[in-house]
């Protein structure tokens, strides 16, 4: 588990720097439903991340959201 800050918010999901010069796309697949009046995930929010592929050859950085955030 790590922290980390959006970045950049897409329509394939968010992207979070977890470490200096590391990002990962947190897929919008992983992301939770709004539900009343909960604003989208906005630059600058921090996440509690977990790591799930690292993909060397293509230098992708899959992440997951931490379970009860």
Known sequence: MV????TKVASIGVFV???DHVEGLLPAS??????GDDQPL???????VEVADINLD?????LVLREGV
């Open 42 to 48: 906005a630059i600058g929010d921090v996440l509690l």
């Open 3 to 6: 922290s980390g800050r959006v």
């Open 58 to 62: 293509r230098r992708r950085v899959k």
């Open 30 to 35: 992983e992301l939770p439903e709004p539900v």
């Open 17 to 19: 720097r977890v470490h």
